[in-house]
């Protein structure tokens, strides 16, 4: 579906991503993990468009992307979500949801005329969103009022809604309790059964290894490892990079050292 090949990004001196390649296949549920700084977001940010790549390129159903810019590509089928959310602060839940949806069908160029008009279009597909990211009762708060988790809640469905087929999710657990995180798994294989495919970056290793087809696992902007997730986590490179590392990976600590 997607297809990453010699990717890379340097800022100045820093090799941010450094020669990449793998590829998305319809359907799964990819992990992207790594350490802290490991390149894992440059890596959405090339694909969705956000930066230029210094070397390489990405392929979607075999086009090449290059030339497009993020929001063609969104169009073309990629949405993603960001590790500091984006969510319009000053909408409420409803209309974060609704908004996200008028524009997949009409783009940004239709929203206007949709807001002020009184149709019902689209309405019932929101709320069935709106219950898919268990925000019923919130449905009129501003998105800058809700707590943290509900706001990541409100940004998957989003993504979802846009009727994107390929998901990008950066750390979408990132703040989470055990118990968002668990409604979070669920979330996500709903997602894949509607058919969606899905990268996962995430730093819980537990939602990461249960959830995942096939694991990549960067190291200082390289691919040090690929594969089942019980592979990986087998793997004596992987294992040298999360201990090795000082970083906030506590999960993967634990989980390597049990
Ligand atoms: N816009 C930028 N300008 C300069 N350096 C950057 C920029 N974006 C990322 N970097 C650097 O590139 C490296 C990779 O960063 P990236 O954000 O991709 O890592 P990550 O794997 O997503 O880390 P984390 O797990 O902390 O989110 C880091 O050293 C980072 O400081
Ligand atoms: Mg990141």
């Not at 020669?19 to 694909?47: A, C, M, W």
């Not at 602060?89 to 008028?102: D, E, F, K, P």
């Not at 009409?106 to 807001?115: A, Q």
């Not at 019923?136 to 846009?162: M, P, T, V, W, Y």
Request: hydrophobic share 40%; charged share 25%; aromatic share 6%.
């Amino acid at each position: 579906m997607l297809k990453v090949e010699n990717l890379a990004r340097y800022f100045g001196g820093i090799k941010a991503v450094d020669g990449i390649d793998f590829d998305i296949h319809r359907g799964e549920i990819l992990g992207l993990i790594g350490p802290n700084g490991s390149g894992k977001s440059t890596t959405v940010n090339l694909i969705a468009g956000l930066y230029a790549p210094t070397t390489g390129r990405v392929t979607y159903e075999g086009q090449d992307i290059q030339s497009l810019l993020p929001h063609e590509r969104a169009n073309l089928g990629i949405a993603r979500t960001f590790q500091n959310i984006r969510l319009f602060g000053q909408l409420s839940v409803w209309q974060n949801l609704w908004a996200a949806r008028v524009v997949r069908e009409t783009g940004w160029s239709g929203l206007k005329e949709r807001w002020f008009s009184t149709a019902s279009q689209g309405k019932l597909e929101t709320e069935s969103y709106l219950e898919f990211c268990g925000l019923q009762h919130k449905r009129d708060q501003l998105a800058a009022n809700l707590a943290f988790g509900e706001q990541r809640r409100l940004e998957l469905a989003r993504a979802a809604i846009s009727g994107a087929p390929l998901l990008l999710l950066d750390e979408p657990a990132a703040g989470m309790n055990s118990e968002e995180i668990d409604d979070l798994d669920q979330r996500i294989r709903k997602l894949r059964d509607q058919g969606k495919t899905i990268m996962l970056i995430e730093h819980h290793m537990e939602l990461v290894m249960g959830v995942c087809d096939r694991v990549v696992v960067l190291n200082f902007g390289r691919k040090i490892a690929e594969g089942k997730p019980e592979q990986v986590q087998q793997d004596p490179q992987v294992q040298a990079a999360y201990l090795g590392s000082d970083s906030d990976d506590d999960f993967m600590q634990a989980a390597l050292q049990a």
